[in-house]
């Protein structure tokens, strides 16, 4: 910070404290000022002030401090320090009290996962756990059916939903509860399934002993309609699916505890070993089922944590997380109970003692996935098997738990700078705002062009939202640039990388970002889907080398598409041995999409599910999918679909370099060349310019040696890329 008289005026500094903690600071300044960067400070005093984020975005306004940086209840002191391009500077300073995070609310009401056509449907009344339900207000996250409404009566007391199905179908609806006091939340989401004929399926679900088993899943398919239908049993282990549409059934219960073995009805280890009962209009259907013990035996499992010259890491976080829990990851061709994807589980997370090392409790014979976690330094998503830590989660692998198993290594990788270099942002669910947890991939990519195009990586890092969805990739160096991943941690969402035009699915038109100072607002907006088949695609990723020898490729992550609506319905990410499963589909026409971050996008012929009741095999069908190795995606069209910044070549460079651009139509645009202070050095280009590819040189004689920023900007639109001088 500088003392000195200031010479940048900024008009307005103001803050709201939102209802999870979050400080968020906003500001304007007067026309005209060409700033460099911007500053902020944090301290619990005026002695205490610290810089906690640089700005490099004359356009910025805003700065969300995230409530893991703070102590609620506390008064913290925020100093916002402007620069301008000739280093003159202006602040302002205030002060701001965070109050504690509203707490979160919970619905205590259940509802209504049934419909039929030209009946009322209710749900009533609507609850959550607040002292007055008068102090709640509801509305609903995202799209829902015509007609649906909100009623309140007894002075709001009883809040109710109501609705008039007019067709079949399956409608996904998300409930917010506000409370309007305390502004917290609660949100529920759940799908109602509308039948045109229908009858009622009611069953049991109990232990061999005859014990009542409360609180397990029971899915109802009807596959003539392609309608999946979901109940949990009660405290007597009962269940009751009124409305459910008429025709051949198959029923599946998986049970809350790992105690017992979930079974299709009755006693399949897979729908094509059980035959269907048949449910008639105005009739009641009964599955009585008896659940096996499982063979699930606790031992202990032990290992350590190291840094990478083998001394020990105490306090390392480590947790273990069943396979079935895990994404949509697993070495398998077909899985047993295709339509159920389970969301995110932690089974146990324990912590090293000072020597480095753990013990966990894991049931022989099951299949984990486990990470270890450590402040300064990266993720290891998976135990050390010879090639040093694994930092990508599309690689992670499983192990077996056998009995005495004492032998999980995990070497974590030091983040050994210190920069104010940061990306920041969140995940969302783009049907309802709602926030989502994820995987957050960071990527290092060399971005190669010439035969071929697209990118291939190098490095990568990996992080775990927090439950409101925010994650952060700190110390992050002046050179490299990024492209990022977000996959979901929940079923009915598909992974994007960042695209600030809206996600994509493409590797190869993911934004590359440059991380100089704090960039905030890398936020993803996942797409849903419904899960209600009981159709697989599965197969194996390989890729043919030049002496046509062939290899596995894990770590692709796989997309079903729809031949018809081209939405994406299902996916998963091929294992160690290359295979993949995607479940849950529908009956129809696939394209299946390999999507790999070093070899680039391949996709299928199509895919037929055209499965019936009586004809069941054909619910899965096997495709591999193979790449070339030396093809890495596509090349540029000659007008791209989107602008472009590309890596200057070549790079390091003496004393000139070309940097060329895209664009997919005429537009004015400006690129400039930034110091690592933010001073502008050079305009190499500024005006209106044609779609195609554009190149420019710059002669970099008059300056020294060391990184170099250039950064194109079009209309809302800003990209950067670092570049490196040596003499």
Same mark, same amino acid.
């Given at each position: ?7 940048v005026?900024?008009?307005?500094l ?17 026309q ?6 911007f ?9 205490d002030?610290?810089p ?6 004359p356009a ?19 100093w ?16 701001v009290k ?7 609310m ?5 509802p ?5 056509v030209g ?6 009344p ?13 509305t ?26 007019i067709k ?11 409370h ?40 109802v398919?009807?596959?003539q309609?392609d ?6 049993? #009660?405290?007597? !282990?009962? /269940? ?6 008429v025709? &051949?059934? %198959? =029923? $599946? @219960? ?12 009755t ?5 094509s070993?059980?035959?269907?009962r ?8 009964r ?22 010259v ?10 273990f997380i069943?396979?079935?829990?895990f994404?949509?990851i ?13 969301n ?7 912590v090293t #003692?000072a020597? !480095?090392? /753990? ?7 099951? &299949?984990? %996935? =486990? $990470? @270890? ?11 050390d098997?010879?090639?040093g ?7 992670a692998r ?10 999980l290594?995990?070497?974590?990788i ?5 920069t104010?270099?940061?990306i ?7 049907a ?25 990586y ?15 990739f ?8 990024y ?14 990388f960042?695209n ?8 190869e ?9 704090t ?6 907006d996942?797409?849903?889907v419904?899960?209600?088949g ?8 390989t890729?043919r ?7 596995a ?6 997309f079903?598409?729809d031949?018809d ?25 696939y ?23 009586y ?13 070339t ?10 007008h791209?679909?989107?602008?472009t910044?590309?890596?200057?070549h070549p790079?390091?460079?003496n ?12 537009m ?16 190499l280009?500024?005006g ?8 420019v040189?710059?002669d ?14 079009t ?13």
């Amino acid at each position: 910070m500088r003392a000195s008289s200031q010479q940048v005026i900024i008009d307005d500094l103001s803050y709201e404290v939102s209802m999870y903690g979050d400080v968020v600071l906003t500001w304007s300044l007067p026309q005209g000022v060409a700033i460099s960067h911007f500053t902020v400070f944090r301290g619990l005093s005026p002695a205490d002030l610290k810089p906690i984020a640089e700005i490099y975005s004359p356009a910025a306004r805003q700065y969300t401090d995230h409530r893991s940086n703070l102590i609620p209840g506390s008064t913290y002191i925020y100093w916002l320090e402007a620069t301008d391009r000739q280093g003159n500077t202006g602040w302002k300073v205030i002060p701001v009290k965070v109050t504690p995070p509203s707490g979160g609310m919970k619905f205590t009401s259940k509802p209504e996962v049934t419909g039929f056509v030209g009946q009322d449907y209710w749900y009533i009344p609507i609850t959550v756990d607040a002292e007055k339900q008068e102090d709640v207000e509801y509305t609903f996250g995202g799209p829902h059916p015509d007609g649906m409404v909100f009623n309140s009566v007894g002075g709001g007391l009883v809040t109710s939903l109501y609705w008039l199905p007019i067709k079949a179908g399956q409608y996904p609806i998300t409930l917010i509860a506000t409370h309007k006091k305390t502004r917290a939340i609660a949100v529920q989401e759940f799908t109602i399934t509308v039948a045109s004929q229908a009858g009622v399926v009611t069953g049991t679900v109990r232990a061999v002993d005859n014990t009542p088993l409360r609180n397990t899943q029971v899915r109802v398919f009807q596959v003539q309609n392609d309608m999946a239908y979901e109940a949990t049993t #009660d405290s007597l !282990g009962t /269940f009751v699916l009124p409305n459910v549409q008429v025709g &051949e059934l %198959y =029923a $599946f @219960a998986r049970p809350a505890t790992p105690r017992y073995q979930p079974q299709w009805y009755t006693l399949g280890r897979n729908m094509s070993e059980v035959s269907p009962r048949t449910l008639r209009m105005g009739d009641t259907l009964r599955f009585a089922f008896q659940l096996l013990t499982s063979v699930d035996n606790p031992t202990a499992v032990r290992g350590n944590v190291r840094n990478m010259v083998g001394q020990p890491l105490a306090d390392a976080r480590v947790s273990f997380i069943r396979k079935s829990n895990f994404i949509h990851i697993g070495d398998t061709t077909i899985i047993s109970d295709p339509s159920f994807l389970d969301n995110f589980k932690i089974d146990t997370t324990v912590v090293t #003692d000072a020597s !480095g090392a /753990f013990t966990a409790y894991l049931a022989v014979g099951r &299949e984990y %996935y =486990a $990470f @270890a976690q450590k402040t300064s330094y990266a993720m290891a998503m998976s135990p050390d098997r010879g090639a040093g830590p694994e930092t990508n989660v599309l690689l992670a692998r499983p192990f077996k738990v056998r009995d005495g198993l004492s032998d999980l290594r995990f070497s974590l990788i030091y983040i050994d700078i210190s920069t104010p270099n940061r990306i920041v942002g969140s995940v969302k669910s783009v049907a309802n705002g709602i926030d989502k947890e994820a995987v957050v991939v960071l990527i290092d990519p060399d971005l190669k062009r010439g035969a071929g195009g697209g990118h291939t990586y190098r490095q990568y890092r990996s992080t775990v939202t927090d439950e409101n969805g925010y994650y952060s990739f700190d110390n992050l160096g002046y050179t490299s640039t990024y492209s990022i991943l977000a996959v979901p941690l929940e079923k009915g969402l598909i992974p994007q990388f960042f695209n600030s035009r809206g996600g994509t699915t493409v590797a190869e038109n993911s934004d590359i970002v440059s991380a100089l100072g704090t960039v905030q607002n890398i936020n993803f907006d996942l797409p849903r889907v419904s899960l209600g088949g009981v159709g697989t695609v599965f197969g194996r990723i390989t890729v043919r080398h030049q002496d046509n020898s062939i290899s596995a490729v894990p770590g692709t992550i796989v997309f079903a598409e729809d031949n018809d609506s081209r939405d994406i319905l299902g996916y998963a990410i091929s294992d160690s041995a290359g295979w993949y499963s995607i479940p849950g589909l529908q009956r129809g026409m696939y394209t299946i999409w390999a999507v790999n971050t070093q070899l680039g996008s391949k996709s299928s012929p199509l895919v037929s599910l055209d499965y019936t009741t009586y004809n069941l095999f054909t619910a899965t069908r096997k495709m591999d999918v193979q790449f070339t190795d030396g093809v890495t995606g596509i090349s540029d069209p000659v007008h791209p679909e989107q602008v472009t910044l590309h890596q200057n070549h070549p790079n390091p460079f003496n004393p000139s370099t070309s940097i060329s651009f895209s664009l997919p139509r005429d537009m004015r645009v400006n690129l400039r060349v930034y110091n690592t202070i933010g001073q502008e050095i050079a305009t190499l280009f500024d005006g209106m310019a044609d779609a195609g590819t554009h190149v420019v040189n710059f002669d970099a004689s008059a300056y020294d040696s060391g990184v170099y920023y250039y950064r194109l900007t079009t209309g809302d639109m800003v990209l950067s890329k670092a570049m490196t001088l040596i003499k």
